[in-house]
Protein backbone atom coordinates (compact mmCIF):
# COMPACT_ATOMS: atom_id res chain seq x y z
CA UNK A 1 0.00 0.00 0.00
CA UNK A 2 1.03 3.54 -0.91
CA UNK A 3 -0.22 6.30 1.39
CA UNK A 4 -0.63 9.84 0.19
CA UNK A 5 -1.62 12.74 2.89
CA UNK A 6 -3.22 15.15 0.86
CA UNK A 7 -4.38 17.84 3.83
CA UNK A 8 -3.86 18.92 7.25
CA UNK A 9 -6.33 21.48 7.35
CA UNK A 10 -6.65 24.31 10.45
CA UNK A 11 -8.99 23.64 12.97
CA UNK A 12 -11.36 26.42 14.31
CA UNK A 13 -14.31 27.24 16.45
CA UNK A 14 -17.71 27.25 14.84
CA UNK A 15 -20.81 28.09 16.22
CA UNK A 16 -24.67 28.73 14.79
CA UNK A 17 -25.14 32.91 13.41
CA UNK A 18 -27.95 32.76 16.12
CA UNK A 19 -25.17 31.56 19.05
CA UNK A 20 -22.26 33.64 17.34
CA UNK A 21 -24.74 36.85 18.07
CA UNK A 22 -24.98 36.39 21.69
CA UNK A 23 -22.04 35.56 22.78
CA UNK A 24 -19.82 37.81 24.89
CA UNK A 25 -16.73 39.34 22.80
CA UNK A 26 -14.14 36.90 22.59
CA UNK A 27 -10.63 38.42 23.36
CA UNK A 28 -8.36 35.89 23.86
CA UNK A 29 -8.48 32.04 23.61
CA UNK A 30 -9.48 31.67 27.52
CA UNK A 31 -12.90 33.35 26.80
CA UNK A 32 -14.14 30.33 25.27
CA UNK A 33 -13.75 28.90 28.62
CA UNK A 34 -17.16 30.24 29.20
CA UNK A 35 -19.08 29.04 26.69
CA UNK A 36 -20.52 25.58 25.78
CA UNK A 37 -18.31 23.61 23.98
CA UNK A 38 -19.73 21.02 21.78
CA UNK A 39 -17.26 17.74 22.04
CA UNK A 40 -17.05 14.50 19.74
CA UNK A 41 -16.39 11.52 21.92
CA UNK A 42 -14.17 13.21 24.66
CA UNK A 43 -12.30 16.20 24.63
CA UNK A 44 -8.88 15.58 23.71
CA UNK A 45 -9.35 17.95 20.56
CA UNK A 46 -10.43 21.10 22.40
CA UNK A 47 -7.77 20.44 24.77
CA UNK A 48 -5.00 19.79 21.96
CA UNK A 49 -6.42 23.31 20.55
CA UNK A 50 -6.53 24.97 23.83
CA UNK A 51 -2.80 24.05 24.29
CA UNK A 52 -2.25 25.50 20.54
CA UNK A 53 -3.32 28.72 22.30
CA UNK A 54 -1.10 28.35 24.98
CA UNK A 55 -3.25 27.23 27.76
CA UNK A 56 -3.84 24.77 30.25
CA UNK A 57 -7.03 23.66 30.74
CA UNK A 58 -8.64 21.61 33.74
CA UNK A 59 -8.26 17.68 33.10
CA UNK A 60 -11.61 17.17 31.99
CA UNK A 61 -13.88 20.32 29.97
CA UNK A 62 -17.28 20.79 30.46
CA UNK A 63 -19.59 20.01 27.68
CA UNK A 64 -21.70 17.83 25.51
CA UNK A 65 -20.03 14.84 23.94
CA UNK A 66 -21.93 13.76 20.88
CA UNK A 67 -19.50 10.65 19.62
CA UNK A 68 -18.68 11.74 16.09
CA UNK A 69 -17.96 14.82 14.27
CA UNK A 70 -21.52 14.83 12.34
CA UNK A 71 -23.34 15.34 15.02
CA UNK A 72 -20.88 17.77 16.49
CA UNK A 73 -21.91 19.91 13.60
CA UNK A 74 -25.51 18.95 14.08
CA UNK A 75 -25.84 20.50 17.12
CA UNK A 76 -23.61 23.47 16.71
CA UNK A 77 -25.84 24.33 13.83
CA UNK A 78 -28.58 23.94 15.99
CA UNK A 79 -27.42 26.34 18.26
CA UNK A 80 -26.53 24.46 21.28
CA UNK A 81 -22.31 25.06 22.02
CA UNK A 82 -19.29 25.98 19.99
CA UNK A 83 -17.33 23.08 18.20
CA UNK A 84 -14.11 22.25 16.67
CA UNK A 85 -13.77 21.68 12.76
CA UNK A 86 -12.52 22.22 9.72
CA UNK A 87 -13.05 23.92 6.17
CA UNK A 88 -13.05 20.49 4.27
CA UNK A 89 -15.47 19.55 6.52
CA UNK A 90 -17.62 22.67 6.59
CA UNK A 91 -16.88 24.52 3.88
CA UNK A 92 -20.51 24.65 2.18
CA UNK A 93 -22.14 25.06 5.97
CA UNK A 94 -20.19 28.14 5.99
CA UNK A 95 -21.02 29.69 2.72
CA UNK A 96 -24.32 28.64 3.52
CA UNK A 97 -24.87 31.31 6.48
CA UNK A 98 -25.50 27.83 8.89
CA UNK A 99 -22.02 28.23 10.80
CA UNK A 100 -19.96 31.19 11.41
CA UNK A 101 -16.17 30.90 12.74
CA UNK A 102 -15.60 32.35 16.28
CA UNK A 103 -12.52 34.72 16.46
CA UNK A 104 -11.15 37.15 18.43
CA UNK A 105 -11.95 40.80 18.58
CA UNK A 106 -8.73 41.67 17.92
CA UNK A 107 -6.14 39.57 15.71
CA UNK A 108 -6.19 35.61 15.06
CA UNK A 109 -6.42 32.40 17.07
CA UNK A 110 -2.89 30.32 17.00
CA UNK A 111 -3.46 28.65 14.00
CA UNK A 112 -3.82 24.77 15.30
CA UNK A 113 -3.76 21.74 12.73
CA UNK A 114 -4.65 17.93 13.46
CA UNK A 115 -4.07 14.44 11.89
CA UNK A 116 -4.35 14.73 8.35
CA UNK A 117 -6.72 13.34 5.70
CA UNK A 118 -4.91 10.07 3.78
CA UNK A 119 -5.35 8.88 0.32
CA UNK A 120 -4.85 5.07 0.62
CA UNK A 121 -4.08 3.06 -2.70
CA UNK A 122 -2.52 -0.32 -3.84
CA UNK A 123 1.47 -0.33 -4.83
CA UNK A 124 0.50 -2.16 -8.27
CA UNK A 125 -1.98 0.51 -8.48
CA UNK A 126 -0.23 3.67 -7.28
CA UNK A 127 1.01 5.07 -10.79
CA UNK A 128 -1.78 4.20 -13.02
CA UNK A 129 -3.50 7.06 -14.79
CA UNK A 130 -6.92 7.42 -12.89
CA UNK A 131 -5.11 6.87 -9.63
CA UNK A 132 -2.58 9.57 -10.62
CA UNK A 133 -5.28 12.21 -11.50
CA UNK A 134 -7.33 11.37 -8.28
CA UNK A 135 -4.54 12.21 -5.91
CA UNK A 136 -4.03 15.59 -8.07
CA UNK A 137 -7.53 16.17 -8.14
CA UNK A 138 -7.56 15.75 -4.17
CA UNK A 139 -4.46 18.02 -3.53
CA UNK A 140 -5.48 20.61 -5.78
CA UNK A 141 -9.60 20.66 -3.86
CA UNK A 142 -8.27 20.60 -0.74
CA UNK A 143 -5.32 23.70 -1.16
CA UNK A 144 -8.48 25.52 -2.77
CA UNK A 145 -10.38 24.98 0.19
CA UNK A 146 -7.75 26.03 2.96
CA UNK A 147 -7.51 29.01 0.52
CA UNK A 148 -10.95 30.08 0.56
CA UNK A 149 -10.46 29.43 4.73
CA UNK A 150 -7.24 31.38 4.82
CA UNK A 151 -9.24 33.95 2.98
CA UNK A 152 -11.97 35.31 5.16
Known amino acids: MH????ARPEVFPVASPDLAATLPVIHHARDL???PLLHEDNDLEWQHWFAGQGLETP???PGSRLWHAHLTLKAAQ???GVALANSLLLRDDIEAGRLVEIKPAEGQFVPVRFGGYTFIARED???SPAIVR???WLQSAALSTEKLHRLE
Open 59 to 61: ERL
Open 3 to 6: TFEF
Open 78 to 80: QGH
Open 33 to 35: FEI
Open 134 to 136: FRR
Open 125 to 127: RWN
